[in-house]
């Protein structure tokens, strides 16, 4: 994927659209947002050849739509490609398949069954702010904490050992490096950087079918449900998914809550209404593409089959017609917005995101009296993610 300079220390995708080239636009799009609305629910790009979607109900609508679908990651003419084989993740799917697979994987998603990670998560979070400290009170919050802890969380929930983080985090920078996206709708770009992704997680399940361990991938082949590729492929889409989003949905914590001087006063019994708040205000998965299977129509346009269009969700979380005073951050507003999605395609780790967030945040609440944000912060470079690439904090521990 091509960037573009937006300053002299700054790049920006060159298919963003124009309001979201800057640096600026890309850490604050709520205005291009808010002046797109107004016009229309949904427009047509004819530089970027896309439709965007902006209106709650219109992208809700979008995301439910059968017609509606993800674009396959594979080139269906080379069956060796790594990506035939990360394919097979239920994120690619749609249709009865994806309806299988993803309530096979549901049932280890559930309140009941993530919360035996609490302990897990709590002690992994206070070794992380350890580390972070170990060198001063400055450090960069994604880098020290936000990145590596929501990957150690979902590598030990899913069965990878801790010692091979390092090679995940390749694979995971390697993923988004060799991937096109117009907001996540994905041609490929040397796939076969991946080879190793492959041969690791068919090595893993075929280990753990031989040596079974406490953890989600012995699980699903003791349920003798899916196949090995399935299994494989979706562990490895499980730490892509759990690590990005959450990065995004900790970063934003700490920025808001420092931005409106209600870190030290935020009551912990509530933070889980917070968090709801953060979600809307600063959704981390801002936009989410699909292709027309079909002739369709959104939002009264009718748009013709194989087409792209881009469900703006940052957008639809700040629409007025849904919420009262949208570009207001009311901790206590507890709203019902769409950040994870909505229909067959809501995030699977969606509950597991809440858990971890909320204990997450509460154990920064008993670590720090009070965590500033440096103005020295970067934005991340993409316009469907909004997070930080840096986001320097000074703190001050109890």
């Known amino acids: 994927m091509s960037k573009v300079l937006a300053g002299n220390d700054f790049e920006v995708f060159e298919s963003a659209p124009t309001p979201l080239k800057t640096k600026a636009g890309l850490h604050d799009p709520f205005d291009w947002y808010k002046k797109m609305r107004s016009q229309s629910p949904i427009h047509y790009d004819s530089q970027r050849e896309v439709y965007d979607v902006f209106g709650f109900q219109q992208v809700k609508n979008g ?13 269906n003419s080379n069956r060796t490609s ?18 299988r697979s993803k309530g096979e994987f549901f049932k280890y998603f559930r309140p009941g069954e993530i919360n035996e990670f609490e302990n897990t998560i709590r002690e992994l979070t206070t070794n992380q702010l350890d580390q972070a400290v170990a060198n001063g009170t400055e450090f960069d919050f994604v880098s020290e904490l936000a990145e590596p802890l929501p990957l150690r969380v979902i590598m030990s929930m899913v ?25 996540s709708d994905f041609d490929s770009k040397q796939p076969e950087r991946l080879s190793s992704v492959v041969e690791y997680f068919s090595d893993l399940v075929e280990k753990r ?8 991938i012995s699980k699903l082949i003791e349920d003798d449900e899916l196949d090995d590729i399935t299994i ?4 490895f889409n499980f730490i892509l998914a759990g690590q990005g989003t959450l990065t995004s949905l900790l970063a934003n914590s700490v920025y808001l809550l420092d931005k409106f001087d209600c870190y030290s006063s935020i009551d912990q019994s509530q933070i889980d209404v917070v968090l709801e708040e953060i979600l809307r205000y600063r959704s981390p998965l801002q936009a ?7 002739q369709t129509e959104i939002g009264g346009m009718t ?4 087409e792209t269009v881009i469900l703006w969700i940052g957008s639809a979380n700040r629409d007025p017609d849904i919420f009262d005073n949208p570009d207001t951050f009311i901790s206590e507003r507890d709203p019902d917005h769409i950040a994870f999605g909505s229909g067959s395609h809501t995030c699977i780790g969606a509950p597991l995101a809440r858990l971890e967030a909320s204990i997450i945040l509460k154990t920064l609440f008993d670590y720090f009296e009070d965590i500033t944000v440096r103005d020295s912060y970067i934005p991340l470079a993409k316009p469907s993610d909004l997070g930080f690439e840096k986001l320097p904090v000074k703190t001050n521990s109890k």
Not at 165 to 182: A, N, P
């Open 303 to 306: 748009i013709r089959q194989d």
């Open 159 to 183: 069965g990878v050992p801790d010692e091979d983080i390092d090679k995940v985090i390749e694979w995971l920078l390697t993923f988004r490096e060799v991937t096109y996206s117009e907001f």
């Open 232 to 235: 494989g492929s979706n562990a």
């Open 209 to 216: 079918r031989a040596e079974p361990q406490d953890d989600l």
């Open 82 to 99: 790594p990506f035939s084989y990360i394919d097979n993740a239920i994120v690619w799917m749609d249709g009865s398949q994806h309806k």
């Open 288 to 294: 989410r593409a699909r292709k027309t299977k079909q």
């Open 63 to 75: 995301l439910q739509d059968n017609a509606l679908v993800r674009k396959s990651l594979a080139d």
